[in-house]
């Protein structure tokens, strides 16, 4: 039977109670300034702390610990060492010190670089991140850690998402000194990525090369019902499912992840989790806690879980949306407007800060998503476009127009909604809508930034809000410490944000066609559909400057990162092309040619009979698969050609442009003959699961 659920949260977990139960007192005090100031421990309490926390450990039946990080993988890292130390009996003893707790060295060689490193400098560091509670896993105690170089850089997601947030708690705290608060000790961004993922039978799955290989489908005929009827949205979950729900919240409330709503997604198949928000950092942390413990979780009840943007052609993708807000150290929730937000003159500047940095830094927002699996799902009417454009919904909108016309604005009362039963009670209905066709959207009291894909560390795209916004602050603490009229100079900056920056918001229908048009041609907005384009924005000046600013990459560690990102989109364009020629060469042109074989003998032998009568069928069959033999065998042979030509291309970026120009082009086609030949084989003839039996293969 089950716990209870608060006695299960967090029982893996060493946070804050399990501290102050197993910590002396000033010791607790220090780890507590150090994980809410960001300030660092002494390395005399650093042995303090391991003590208690291997001594903890090991009483839950731990054996080894391991410094967990995020290298540029985009899947996390650990090397597990043992607590054991020999003793003088020839017995072993449990050690472990605050030098082993604070950091390590784990060989870096074989972690991606992007050209910080030659591969035969192989030292890295980890070290301690204070931040975020270490936990157990698979009887192993994880030390989340972030990693760096031996010269320093930054090898990992971690250390710039904590520069980051150092960035945005300093240049806040100086705002909101503006306004007189001088209680408020440190400012942190919070963050709640919803995760969605597909399910399918392990057993379907394993019969599929290309979702072995890819992480997703590259061929498959659409099946006779998909989504059309919405009918799989929030309906009732299969048994199957719900079993696998019900395992994974235990384990990841276990974990200290705060696993909250649970749902059927929209396409067939896929599914949702949304967690409750935490700190950015410890967000983070937990987000890819979430995904690698639901494909381990998938696999003890037969299941796979795919968290490819794209892992079904024809039905919908899967995303992450990122919820993002700011938090001071006393729990006030700095885009909180109020019941009066056009009062509330440090919401108003919060909310410019936030507009002005989503316009000017659009582009990197744009990159901070960017990958060869999320380039499938951005414009394709079930995600947001790939033009940045932030909703603010109708109540702010004429709220920041009268400022821009120094107007009165006319505050409306909230309506009272009548749900129109007498049984259920009338409640206040909301200032704005929720608009799920924008890329950044005003959610009351948070942006939902809804472009990262489902396989995507959030780091990144918080990286660059925290950064961004932490620039903009930085100019508007500025302008306003050296004003003679603070009161003036608020309005003036304003008003002057909003007539500057209106271009971005946008709070109609992000999926329609003519949206683009308008937000590009008439507003000068950036449209940046694929990931190679949107890498470049990594080299441009102004982005390197931002960074470098602010202290959150250097100019060698943003270089790193496009090298890393350009190279990584290079490799998964061609696992995908090499990944459909040995399934075209080994599985679907013998099949279909062994097929056509079975029909032409079955139409010779009636016309031995000397009878036309019903051999249509085998005639209009064979001359059709036949046509498309001829297109999957030429096209093929094309795909081929173009992944020797790409191969020969030295320059990273022409390669990306090169993939997306020429290779992926012919990969359309070579799939839309064969997804026809699907439809018009045998069933019984065709090498792999059909998407009916992978959609709807689970009870």
Same mark, same amino acid.
């Given at each position: 039977?089950?716990?209870?659920?608060?006695?299960?949260?967090?029982?893996?977990?060493?946070?804050?109670?399990?501290?102050?139960?197993?910590?002396?007192?000033?010791?607790?005090?220090?780890?507590?300034?150090?994980?809410?100031?960001?300030?660092?421990?002494?390395?005399?309490?650093?042995?303090?702390?391991?003590?208690?926390?291997?001594?903890?450990?090991?009483?839950?039946?731990?054996?080894?610990?391991?410094?967990?990080?995020?290298?540029?993988?985009?899947?996390?890292?650990?090397?597990?060492?043992?607590?054991?130390?020999?003793?003088?009996?020839?017995?072993?003893?449990?050690?472990?010190?605050?030098?082993?707790?604070?950091?390590? +060295?784990? !060989?870096?060689?074989?972690?991606?670089? /992007?050209? &910080?490193?030659? *591969?035969?400098?192989?030292? $890295?560091?980890? %070290?301690?991140?204070?931040?975020?509670?270490?936990?157990?896993?698979?009887?192993?105690?994880?030390?989340?850690?972030?990693?760096?170089?031996?010269?320093?850089?930054?090898?990992?997601?971690?250390?710039?998402?904590?520069?980051?947030?150092?960035?945005?708690?300093?240049?806040?705290?100086?705002?909101?000194?503006?306004?007189?608060?001088?209680?408020?000790?440190?400012?942190?961004?919070?963050?709640?990525?919803?995760?969605?993922?597909?399910?399918?039978?392990?057993?379907?799955?394993?019969?599929?090369?290309?979702?072995?290989?890819?992480?997703?489908?590259?061929?498959?005929?659409?099946?006779?019902?998909?989504?059309?009827?919405?009918?799989?949205?929030?309906?009732?979950?299969?048994?199957?499912?719900?079993?696998?729900?019900? +395992?994974? !919240?235990?384990?990841?409330?276990?974990? /200290?992840? &705060?696993?909250? *709503?649970?749902?059927?997604? $929209?396409?067939? %198949?896929?599914?949702?989790?949304?967690?409750?928000?935490?700190?950015?950092?410890?967000?983070?942390?937990?987000?890819?806690?979430?995904?690698?413990?639901?494909?381990?979780?998938?696999?003890?009840?037969?299941?796979?879980?795919?968290?490819?943007?794209?892992?079904?052609?024809?039905?919908?993708?899967?995303?992450?949306?990122?919820?993002?807000?700011?938090?001071?150290?006393?729990?006030?929730?700095?885009?909180?407007?109020?019941?009066?937000?056009?009062?509330?003159?440090?919401?108003?500047?919060?909310?410019?800060?936030?507009?002005?940095?989503?316009?000017?830094?659009?582009?990197?927002?744009?990159?901070?998503?960017?990958?060869?699996?999320?380039?499938?799902?951005?414009?394709?009417?079930?995600?947001?476009?790939?033009?940045?454009?932030?909703?603010?919904?109708?109540?702010?909108?004429?709220? &920041?127009?009268?400022?821009?016309?120094?107007?009165?604005?006319? %505050?409306?009362?909230?309506?009272?909604?009548?749900?129109?039963?007498?049984?259920?009670?009338?409640?206040?209905?909301?200032?704005?809508?929720?608009?799920?066709?924008?890329?950044?959207?005003?959610?009351?009291?948070?942006?939902?930034?809804?472009?990262?894909?489902?396989?995507?560390?959030?780091?990144?795209?918080?990286?660059?809000?925290?950064?961004?916004?932490?620039?903009?602050?930085?100019?508007?603490?500025?302008?306003?410490?050296?004003?003679?009229?603070?009161?003036?100079?608020?309005?003036?900056?304003?008003?002057?944000?909003?007539?500057?920056?209106?271009?971005?918001?946008?709070?109609?229908?992000?999926?329609?066609?003519?949206?683009?048009?308008?937000?590009?041609?008439?507003?000068?907005?950036?449209?940046?559909?694929?990931?190679?384009?949107?890498?470049?924005?990594?080299?441009?000046?102004?982005?390197?400057?931002?960074?470098?600013?602010?202290?959150?990459?250097?100019?060698?560690?943003?270089?790193?990162?496009?090298?890393?990102?350009?190279?990584?989109?290079?490799?998964?364009?061609?696992?995908?092309?090499?990944?459909?020629?040995?399934?075209?060469?080994?599985?679907?042109?013998?099949?279909?040619?062994?097929?056509?074989?079975?029909?032409?003998?079955?139409?010779?032998?009636?016309?031995?009979?000397?009878?036309?009568?019903?051999?249509?069928?085998?005639?209009?069959?064979?001359?059709?698969?036949?046509?498309?033999?001829?297109?999957?065998?030429?096209?093929?042979?094309?795909?081929?050609?173009?992944?020797?030509?790409?191969?020969?291309?030295?320059?990273?970026?022409?390669?990306?442009?090169?993939?997306?120009?020429?290779?992926?082009?012919?990969?359309?086609?070579?799939?839309?003959?064969?997804?026809?030949?699907?439809?018009?084989?045998?069933?019984?003839?065709?090498?792999?699961?059909?998407?009916?039996?992978?959609?709807?293969?689970?009870?």
């Amino acid at each position: 039977m089950i716990k209870d659920v608060p006695s299960l949260f967090g029982e893996l977990v060493f946070n804050e109670s399990v501290m102050e139960a197993r910590l002396p007192a000033d010791t607790f005090k220090a780890m507590k300034k150090a994980m809410g100031d960001g300030k660092r421990l002494d390395p005399e309490l650093a042995d303090v702390v391991a003590k208690a926390m291997r001594d903890w450990a090991v009483e839950k039946g731990a054996t080894h610990y391991t410094h967990w990080f995020q290298p540029m993988t985009g899947i996390t890292a650990e090397k597990h060492d043992s607590f054991i130390t020999p003793a003088k009996d020839g017995g072993v003893i449990m050690e472990f010190s605050g030098k082993e707790l604070v950091r390590g +060295e784990p !060989d870096a060689s074989s972690f991606p670089s /992007g050209g &910080l490193r030659a *591969t035969f400098e192989a030292r $890295g560091y980890t %070290a301690w991140d204070p931040t975020s509670f270490a936990f157990i896993k698979d009887s192993t105690l994880c030390i989340p850690t972030a990693f760096c170089s031996y010269g320093g850089e930054a090898l990992d997601k971690k250390t710039p998402l904590l520069r980051s947030m150092e960035a945005i708690n300093k240049q806040t705290m100086r705002v909101l000194r503006l306004f007189g608060n001088t209680t408020v000790t440190s400012v942190k961004t919070t963050v709640g990525p919803e995760q969605e993922y597909f399910l399918v039978d392990r057993s379907l799955y394993e019969k599929r090369p290309d979702l072995l290989f890819t992480g997703r489908t590259l061929f498959g005929a659409k099946p006779p019902k998909g989504q059309e009827l919405d009918d799989h949205y929030f309906g009732t979950i299969p048994t199957r499912v719900v079993a696998f729900m019900k +395992e994974l !919240d235990r384990e990841l409330w276990r974990l /200290g992840v &705060l696993a909250k *709503t649970r749902h059927n997604e $929209g396409a067939p %198949a896929q599914y949702e989790l949304a967690p409750i928000f935490t700190t950015t950092n410890i967000a983070t942390d937990h987000n890819q806690l979430t995904m690698e413990i639901m494909k381990r979780i998938a696999a003890r009840h037969g299941l796979v879980c795919l968290l490819h943007e794209k892992p079904f052609e024809g039905v919908n993708g899967s995303g992450k949306h990122n919820n993002w807000s700011i938090s001071t150290s006393d729990g006030v929730n700095l885009l909180e407007p109020g019941d009066t937000p056009h009062e509330n003159a440090q919401f108003l500047l919060f909310l410019c800060a936030v507009i002005k940095a989503v316009d000017e830094y659009q582009g990197m927002l744009r990159l901070s998503v960017a990958t060869a699996g999320n380039d499938h799902r951005l414009g394709s009417h079930e995600a947001p476009p790939a033009v940045i454009s932030m909703f603010l919904g109708d109540e702010l909108t004429a709220l &920041l127009d009268s400022i821009e016309q120094d107007k009165a604005y006319d %505050a409306r009362e909230k309506v009272q909604m009548k749900i129109g039963v007498h049984v259920l009670p009338r409640f206040p209905k909301d200032t704005t809508d929720r608009n799920r066709t924008s890329p950044f959207a005003f959610t009351g009291n948070k942006f939902e930034f809804r472009m990262p894909g489902s396989s995507l560390s959030v780091a990144g795209p918080n990286i660059v809000l925290n950064t961004a916004v932490a620039d903009v602050l930085s100019r508007f603490a500025s302008r306003l410490e050296q004003a003679g009229d603070f009161e003036t100079e608020l309005h003036n900056l304003i008003k002057e944000t909003v007539k500057e920056h209106k271009r971005i918001i946008f709070n109609g229908n992000g999926y329609d066609d003519a949206w683009v048009k308008e937000a590009t041609e008439n507003r000068g907005l950036l449209n940046l559909p694929s990931t190679p384009e949107a890498l470049l924005c990594y080299l441009a000046p102004n982005n390197i400057e931002l960074f470098g600013r602010h202290g959150v990459f250097s100019e060698t560690e943003i270089r790193s990162r496009y090298e890393i990102l350009v190279s990584n989109y290079c490799k998964v364009m061609r696992i995908e092309g090499r990944t459909m020629l040995d399934m075209v060469n080994k599985d679907i042109l013998p099949a279909v040619s062994a097929y056509t074989r079975k029909l032409a003998d079955g139409l010779n032998a009636k016309l031995a009979v000397n009878s036309d009568l019903c051999v249509e069928y085998e005639k209009d069959i064979l001359k059709k698969l036949c046509n498309l033999l001829g297109l999957i065998s030429a096209n093929g042979k094309a795909l081929e050609t173009e992944l020797g030509n790409v191969k020969q291309i030295t320059d990273r970026q022409a390669a990306a442009e090169y993939y997306r120009d020429n290779v992926i082009p012919i990969m359309k086609e070579l799939r839309k003959a064969v997804d026809e030949a699907e439809t018009v084989t045998d069933r019984s003839a065709w090498p792999y699961p059909s998407y009916s039996q992978l959609l709807y293969g689970i009870e």
